[in-house]
């Protein structure tokens, strides 16, 4: 039997192989990255030390003030916000009187991106001394925001508060194309993330989940 170019064969069915396993963990991974996009939070009810929320959205700001205001936590941080923007301007965007909430919030504007983002919340949560925070940004930023702070707070209880953005949730709010590429360029981040490459993650003017 001729067995010329049976090594080449071989090999060329191994990277197939493998080239397949790849492609079928990256679309495993996209179904369960999927999930987190309609997420249900975390024990909603439950209090923690502290909230900290991500800008990005105005629905995470509502959220997040609401959650404080009902005394889930004694604590609030807004992290990535605009360098202009006072507290007042944060609440009433959001609906909310400020009065009597300032004195519990601290507005974070040194962050510009998630790994900043993470880096603004541990050193908060060192100075106001606290062991569990109630994360909230938007489900599909969620997985690489938690991933981001673990890496910095890795004492600290961390709870999940998903909020499904309203271009998300209304049906036809945001064209086909435009979910698609959102879904998967997060999903792109997360990846470098998990790899330990977040710096590579481009920052694209005052945009947040970055």
């Known amino acids: 039997m001729n067995r010329t170019g049976t090594p080449g064969r071989r090999l060329l069915l191994l990277l197939s192989a493998v080239q397949a ?4 963990a ?3 991974g996209f179904l369960w990255f999927q999930g987190h996009v309609a997420a249900a939070p975390e024990a909603p009810a439950e209090k923690t030390d502290g909230i900290v929320v991500l ?3 105005a629905e995470r700001v509502e959220t997040a003030l609401r959650l404080l205001a009902q005394d889930r936590a004694r604590r609030l941080l ?3 916000a605009h360098r202009n923007a006072s507290f007042a301007d944060i609440a009433e965007a959001a609906g909310f009187d400020p009065a009597p909430l300032a004195a519990r919030v601290t507005v974070g504007r040194a962050a510009a991106t998630t790994r900043g983002n993470a880096a603004e919340t541990a ?4 100075a106001e001394e606290l062991h569990s925070i109630r994360v909230v940004t938007a489900g599909y930023h969620m997985p690489r ?4 702070m673990r890496r910095v707070l890795p004492d600290v209880r961390l709870v999940a508060h998903p909020v499904l953005p309203a271009r998300l949730a209304a049906a036809g709010a945001l064209p086909w194309a435009r979910r698609w590429s959102l879904l998967l360029g997060e999903y792109a981040k997360w990846l470098l993330a998990q790899a330990g490459l977040s710096s590579l993650t481009p920052v694209r003017g005052d945009a947040r989940d970055r």
């Open 21 to 24: 396993a790849v492609l079928a």
């Open 78 to 80: 807004v992290t990535g």
């Open 145 to 148: 925001a938690l991933l981001e």
């Open 123 to 126: 050193a908060w949560v060192r």
């Open 26 to 28: 990256l679309f495993g």
């Open 55 to 57: 800008t990005g959205g």
